[in-house]
């Protein structure tokens, strides 16, 4: 393992007031995105669209990284400039979701368990060749009155781990994303409860396949009430909650714990990271964003597949980054979203 290699990555990424732009939905999903503003997934569009959001002017003031799917690391822009170029020479880091996607854990039951570890150090040589230095992996674990079992958490405990170790040798920094779902009816206590246990297995996993902790992000969701439940938190409840737990459960060596949205509302999930920031001032670890549809649903609605609309697709995206920048620091208030329109 070469540490400065991994330490250089570090210290591209994680920096105060900056975070990490998700745009590495798979094929599947890209479609389902396009599909509500009408417009068919080919590979030119899908090339066309993150060509936009990548070309956005000043975008590295608050994106220090840029998750790729596989198909957008070979591609190239109007210029014949791979994408991944097009972000290193802004400085803003490629990197590459690595997993391929969710099986059924077990023949019977709905649990999960994230595949693609069968010949990754291979690929991830090759995704070094095409300019990626970071990776992602995202295991996925659901609550119900019964779910998680202990399998689902112990068995994608183990393959991020297996994932991250293997990344770090190849020389990649691994964002490790254990998203709990946002999906039922569950209470805020018990997302908590799941929440720590989960991380505790995660960390207890990494330790046991010898993972540098300083080189690695960790992509957690944060602790909230379940979509459906009735009784939903304040938005300084899930972040006095969710500091708590990552307190209880995230080594100080951690560099940055970069979020998902997981399905919040943009505005909501900038209010939350805010709030988090703004309590705790003492933490070990940065706190910062690595959203995905919290960072471009107004981008795409705003774009509409229609090349005449990039500067306010652009100019959306930018807001949504710059909030979430002003988040990292605790400097922003809702008076902003209107002001920035
Ligand atoms: P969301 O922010 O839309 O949840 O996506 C983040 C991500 O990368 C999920 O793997």
Redesign the pocket.
């Known amino acids: 393992m070469n540490s400065s290699e991994l330490q250089s990555v570090i210290n591209d990424m994680v920096i105060r007031g900056k975070g990490i732009l ?1 745009a ?1 939905e798979s094929t599947r999903t890209i479609t389902k995105r396009f599909e509500s503003i009408h417009v068919e997934s080919t590979e030119e569009n899908r090339r066309d669209y993150r060509s936009m959001m990548f070309h956005a002017p000043d975008l590295s003031n608050s994106i220090s990284g840029v ?1 790729l799917f596989e198909e957008t690391l070979t591609q190239k822009d109007q210029d014949n400039v791979s994408l991944a170029e097009v972000l290193a020479k802004q400085n803003i880091v490629p990197g590459i979701k690595v997993d391929k996607g969710l099986v059924p854990l077990h023949p019977v039951g709905s649990e999960k368990l994230t595949q693609g570890l069968d010949g990754l150090a291979e690929r991830l040589a090759t995704y070094k060749e095409q300019g990626a230095r970071f990776a ?1 992996w ?1 295991a996925v674990l659901n609550i119900s009155d019964t779910l998680p079992t202990p399998l689902a958490i112990t068995a994608n405990a183990e393959v991020l781990a297996y994932y991250a170790a293997t990344c770090q040798a190849q020389g990649f920094v691994p964002i490790v ?1 254990p ?1 709990i779902l946002m999906d039922g009816n569950h209470s805020i206590d018990r997302c908590e409860a799941v929440t720590l246990e989960t991380l505790h297995q995660v960390f207890t996993a990494l330790h046991k396949h010898h993972v540098l902790l300083e080189y690695i992000i960790l ?1 957690p969701s944060m602790v909230t009430a379940g979509k459906e439940c009735s009784e939903q938190a304040s938005v300084e409840e899930v972040a006095e909650r969710t500091v708590k737990t990552l307190r209880r459960t995230v080594p100080a060596a951690v560099p940055s714990i970069n979020f ?4 919040q509302s943009p505005e909501l ?1 900038t209010a939350h990271l805010n709030t988090m920031n703004n309590i705790a001032t003492t933490l070990p670890w940065h706190l910062s964003f ?5 960072l471009q649903e107004p981008c795409l609605k705003a774009w509409e597949g229609n090349a005449a609309n990039t500067n306010a697709a652009q100019k959306a995206l930018l807001k949504r980054a710059e909030l979430n920048s002003a988040a990292c620091t605790g400097e922003y208030n809702s008076m902003m979203e209107d002001k920035s329109a």
Do not use: F, N, Q, T
């Open positions: 998700a590495d998750i992602k995202r994303e998203e992509k998902l949205s997981g399905g999930a690595s959203y995905g549809r919290a």
